[in-house]
DNA sequence: CGCGCCGTTGATATTATTCAAGACCAGTGG
DNA sequence: CCACTGGTCTTGAATAATATCAACGGCGCG
């Protein structure tokens, strides 16, 4: 947890002094909300257990999947500006979340430069992944966008020390089209043809990888 | 300028810090980039006057536009993460730019609370905008992206004291195109289209809102 | 004046959506 | 144990939206 996290590379006596962060733990079963759209912002909140969909809401009531969030990540990054969070985070399964207050966070990145360092690392590359997900949603057609997802996914279960190749999906169809921008059904024909082409075996939320490297293949090849 | 721009808020003697902070000044013609994709990433960039479009690279080398950026905005948020800029920003005509090294910028935050919160204002309001673009790209209909763009526009006219009815475009429509996920044709046919239900007036980049109550209804209508 | 880039518009093709029906699956209560 | 239910997933056929291809007009600049 700690490789992966604002922790990362302090020395023991800072960590100390982090450690006096962490506000409270909170725990979610599937289906419950961390923070809602509207809510005053407060905190950050890093995922120590499970995982997490984050929405953003039109006006219209329109809702997007912004982002899918496991082990180790840091959501809510988005409230800080706004002071209302803009998005919404959703459990997908039963989580663990450490609580972290942002004023408490901001005074200790003035002390503890490393501290600082990273989370100036974790805001930008949140901009980062939204600019890739932006081109993907900007550029891609609807077979590219499900193949990066996938690799996508997989490179995060490997750095966490899972299975590259062999996932259960928690999200449903249309949750992950909403990620895409596709409609659910458009997943799921998806999800069919790369079975039938042999670069991946599915059985609803089971995935298996057959053939990665032809997925990153698929990606580049526009219409 | 000071008004939107990172040292909002501050004291004067904190002002007197943060000028000790602007490294240098860059004039660019149009069409110069600011910094390409894959430079080493050292400073961000405060725009002074003109504007600039920023561009995501794929690694098949599709381009599309993340941003349009004018007087206040920051620039080159997406670089800290990485060390290296993962996008390149070109001005979209004469332009002038200050030097913010970001080492020192870190530095002068730790010592001033305000200036500390500032960047982290910008931050995390480049991530909600990200967030919306990505609502707009993944849920949106051709004729509420060109609205959105057009009021977008005019919103940010507006706060910087321009008209916010009347303005040029200083992209192309390819360029509006790659930042909305559409074609350029599409974005030429919209403009037509807007022209002729008396929305707005068009005359190549000159623009003129005529209706922008109307506009604003687009918005929403689900296709 | 001529060249190149930009913008417009039409006809056609393609892609993804919509609508619709049914299968599957887990959990629930009889 | 089984039928029932609601949510999820799959698949097909028809449709709508946008892209592609192509031609041409205009404008600015050397």
Redesign the interface.
Known sequence: MRELCLPFGLNAEDMQQVDTLVGSRVKLKKGDALYRAGDAFQSLYAVRLGSLKTT?L???G?E?V?GYHMLGDIIG??????ERH??QAVALEDTEICVLPFERL?DL???V?QL??NL?????????R??????L???MRAEERLAVFLLNLADRYRRRGYSSTEFVLRMTREEIG????LKLETVSRLFSRFHEDGLIQVQGRAVKLLNAAALKEL??Q?G
């Not at 990054?77 to 706004?82: A, S, V």
């Not at 909403?178 to 921008?181: D, V």
């Open positions: 953003v039109a006006e219209d329109r997007q912004s990054l988005d409230g800080i500006g706004t803009g998005c901001e990145a003035r002390a430069p600082q360092r100036h690392l974790f805001l930008s590359r949140e901009i980062s939204d600019h890739n997900i932006m081109l949603l900007g550029s909403s990620h895409l921008g990606i580049g526009h």
